[in-house]
């Protein structure tokens, strides 16, 4: 989706050196989310957001942070905690459903590949 | 929390044969499920969802069936062509929450 916009492409990290992906949307959408994609594995969610100024860990959060000062941008930082960081990176957003009942698709990003140098 | 388990893994047809991926959820108040279709090296495409109000859902030559009683939902391909090559994942997700989960994927190879 257009407007969905992740940056970079390719992401290089080297030992014991944090680096920050970046996503933007310009859908207006509320909830935002990072997930992990592994060789011939599934997405696993990293951290979403449902609203600005609020995040909650996904299944798995460790050696990640995250950040939601502004609607349109929830950039991930992949920590020297991250033992094994070399993955598949994608972001994407959903509107809020108008009631508790609603569902909504999300939709993604074009992704970041991350790999060790 | 909710699992979602997916078969096959891999799949193989020849061109216009149909395809079928089967998917189980374990948690009865998932309501939501989403396919996607990705493409190598690229994002995700959500080509058909549907809601626990419906079993089946169709749109040209996909279609998606839900039984709710047996918590599954399977994707069905008819007429297959080489361009709906791809690795399609399905997913869950409960009222009122926003997280979806996916399951591990099945890579449909459609031979010409």
């Known amino acids: 989706d257009g407007g969905i916009t992740q940056s970079p492409k390719y992401l290089f990290r080297k030992e014991g050196q944090n680096v920050t992906l970046s996503c933007e949307q310009n859908l207006n959408h509320d909830a935002m989310y990072w997930y992990r994609q592994d060789p011939g594995q599934g997405l696993r969610l990293i951290y979403y957001s449902q609203i600005v100024n609020d995040f909650q860990k996904g299944d798995i959060a460790e050696g990640y942070s995250v950040s939601r000062e502004k609607k349109e941008s929830f950039p991930l930082t992949v920590t020297s905690a991250q033992k094994n960081p070399t993955a598949f990176y994608l972001c994407a957003s959903s509107p809020r459903g108008a009631t508790t009942d609603s569902n909504q698709p999300q939709h993604f990003g074009d992704g970041t590949r991350l790999s060790i140098l | 929390g909710e699992n979602v388990e997916q078969h096959p893994s891999t799949l193989s047809v020849q061109e216009g044969d149909s395809a079928v991926i089967k998917c189980t959820y374990s948690d009865s108040a998932s309501n939501y499920f989403p396919w996607y279709k990705q493409e190598l090296g690229k994002r995700p495409q959500l080509i058909i969802d549907i809601r626990s109000n419906v079993g089946e859902k169709k749109d040209q030559r996909i279609a998606v069936t839900l039984n709710k009683t047996a918590k599954h939902f399977s994707l069905h391909i008819t007429e297959t062509q080489p361009e709906d090559s791809a690795v399609y994942f399905c997913?869950?997700?409960?009222?009122?929450?926003?997280?979806?989960?996916f399951g591990t994927g099945t890579r449909l190879l459609v031979s010409p």
């Open positions: 997913a869950a997700r409960r009222t009122g929450f926003q997280k979806l989960v």
